[in-house]
């Protein structure tokens, strides 16, 4: 009975393992090619966490739109910190559907983010580093941000 047990329990972990490497597979190409080019600056090694990439749908089309949020990604070895993070927080990019394929719609350090809903619409919420609002760093700020259609704009401006 053990050996059946120890059999299921392998071919449970094996079906796991393999379902997380298919939707490593299933991710659109420009993330795919995002994810690439921070194990390079990692040289070769880095982990995601699960946070590194959200979604939601800013532009309305129904298509996922791709946070990736940079704090949730590590080098592994040889780097004790995150190359992408500074005094100015972390790199967030955000990758809209568009066409078929998705391009880059935001991409700066933030010190913070969220999501919020008004209108019915998805609101980017960013903490931000005072010198992004004309302030001293160690004064920082909020910006929310929604999509108009062409660009991130502040919420309440079209």
């Not at 991409?107 to 919020?116: D, E, K, T």
């Amino acid at each position: 009975m053990d050996l059946w047990r120890s059999l299921a329990l392998g071919l449970s972990f094996a079906a796991q393992f393999g379902a997380g490497a298919l939707a490593q597979q299933s991710v659109p190409a420009e993330i795919a090619k995002v994810r690439a080019e921070i194990r390079e600056t990692c040289g070769g090694r880095a982990t995601f966490k699960p946070g590194f990439q959200r979604t939601a749908d800013f532009n309305g089309d129904g298509q996922p739109d791709y946070l990736l949020d940079y704090s949730e990604s590590a080098c592994v070895g040889g780097m004790s910190t995150n190359p992408f993070c500074g005094s100015a927080g972390c790199t967030l990019d955000i990758l809209m559907s568009s066409g078929g394929g998705y391009r880059q719609a935001y991409g700066s350090n933030v010190q913070g983010w969220s999501l919020a809903q008004a209108g019915g619409k998805s609101v980017l919420v960013l903490s931000l580093h005072g010198s992004a609002c004309g302030r001293s760093g160690h004064m920082g700020c909020q910006r929310r941000l929604v999509w108009n259609g062409d660009r991130f704009v502040a919420a309440g401006r079209r």
